[in-house]
């Protein structure tokens, strides 16, 4: 168990709706970054927040969102969706520049 | 520019010892993780190079060249439960410590 906890696990909506998935970090650390990983590819980097401000971003669409909240935890809200969004979606978390630690991740499925 | 190249897929036999080897083309190197991913679950961590040599930890070790802009991991005494995705990952000091990741290396253990 990393510490790092994300809601839903599972995930099954429609083409075109807004979902909302959710990460608390490990106890103490400021950064949280999201990931999708796609079926059989590697990790895509999205976006990171570091005590409740935007620090990186990476390949994330303009339909995605995200932001970190003062409590530290962080959601991130993907709308429009269409089916190649699909996937599972890592949050990690670590103390500034430390280790990235993972949370279970949540499996989006778009029908 | 940024470039992280491990081999696709490895196959070994149980017992055995196996090294996953990754390249990198980066600026500002801050170190070199590895990180462990069954399919469909978490990523998680292995091992942290920043200095060359190596580092050992059980039956997994890691080895850095920074020169040589190369690493390895090696498994050795392997078991069936190795069998999973292998990720190789740098960390950049002048992209606010991002981490660019490598595709990963699927290892296939047999009996």
């Known amino acids: 168990d990393s510490g790092v906890t994300q809601t839903p696990k599972h995930l099954i909506t429609a083409t075109g709706q807004r979902v909302t998935l959710r990460c608390s970090p490990r106890?103490?650390?400021?950064?949280v970054y999201w990931y999708q990983q796609s079926l059989d590819q590697g990790l895509q980097f999205l976006i990171q927040?570091?005590?409740?401000?935007?620090?990186a971003k990476g390949n994330i669409l303009e339909r995605f969102s995200a932001q970190q909240f003062p409590d530290l935890h962080s959601e991130l809200n993907l709308s429009s969706l269409e089916l190649g969004d699909s996937a599972l979606y890592f949050c990690?978390?670590?103390?500034?520049?430390?280790?990235?630690?993972f949370g279970p991740g949540t499996r989006l499925t778009v029908l | 520019g940024q470039n992280i190249d491990q081999p696709t897929e490895m196959t070994a036999t149980e017992g055995a010892i196996v090294q996953i080897n990754c390249t990198y083309q980066?600026?500002?190197?801050?170190?070199l993780f590895w990180y462990q991913q069954h399919a469909g679950e978490a990523p998680t961590f292995l091992s942290y190079n920043v200095l060359d040599g190596l580092e050992e930890k059980g039956r997994f070790s890691s080895f850095l060249s920074r020169s040589k802009g190369y690493s390895y991991l090696l498994l050795k005494e392997l078991q069936m439960k190795d069998s999973a995705s292998y990720l190789c990952?740098?960390?950049?000091?002048?992209?606010?410590?991002?981490?660019?990741w490598g595709a990963g290396t699927k290892l296939i253990i047999k009996p």
């Open positions: 106890s103490g650390d400021l950064s």
């Open positions: 927040y570091y005590n409740g401000e935007e620090r």
């Open positions: 980066t600026s500002g190197f801050n170190g």
């Open positions: 990690a978390s670590s103390s500034d520049s430390d280790t990235q630690y």
């Open positions: 990952a740098v960390r950049e000091s002048h992209s606010n410590y991002q981490l660019i």
